[in-house]
């Protein structure tokens, strides 16, 4: 799968969201990351006209803008 991110707009479009659920991402830094740096997206939020992304990690849920995730994290389809 090619990637469904458009590197053009600053936030995510719904479609862009959606199709990176159950996608998994790790950290940038993290050539051989461990299973704990491993996160999956299982859902979207949508709030003051921005989608943010929810990304379970084995130990915390956190929520990322798509500056944030493209910034900090290695997207895996």
């Known amino acids: 799968m090619g ?3 458009n590197m053009q707009t600053a ?3 719904h479609d862009e969201a959606v199709s990176l659920i159950h996608c998994a991402v790790y950290p ?6 461990s299973i ?3 996160g999956v997206v299982v859902g979207l939020l949508d709030m003051n006209d921005e989608v943010e992304l929810i990304v379970k990690f084995q130990s915390s849920v956190s929520q990322y803008t ?3 995730l493209i910034s900090q994290f290695v997207i895996e389809s």
Do not use: C, G
């Not at 940038?28 to 990351?33: E, F, G, I, L, V």
């Open 36 to 38: 704990a740096e491993i």
């Open 3 to 5: 990637n469904p991110l």
């Open 11 to 13: 936030i995510f479009s």
């Open 66 to 68: 798509k500056s944030e």
């Open 28 to 33: 940038n830094t993290s050539a051989d990351p």
